[in-house]
């Protein structure tokens, strides 16, 4: 072998970094599987409380306030859709 084959194979064998950022699907996906179970347990602690104590106005929004937030935390691409148009309106590429 010549010098020119072995640094052609070394060459062959360097891998080459991601030409793209850091991939953050997968840290979305494991705060959803994370905070899923707690959100759901607080939200049905919390309506009971206000059916049982039969204030009908704080529960009717306190669910709507509660299914804004489970369609930010739960409809995919949501979060990473909202964080773009932010940044774009504050002009951060």
Known sequence: MTLKTVLL???E???TPPATGPDTGGLANFLRGFFAPLFLVV????????L?????????QFLILAVAIGVIFYVPNIIEVTAKAIAGALGIK
Request: aromatic content about 18%.
């Open 13 to 15: 064998l360097t891998p």
């Open 43 to 50: 939200v049905s602690v919390v309506a009971l409380f206000f």
């Open 52 to 60: 049982f104590t039969r204030e009908i106005t704080r529960f009717v």
């Open 9 to 11: 194979h070394l060459i």
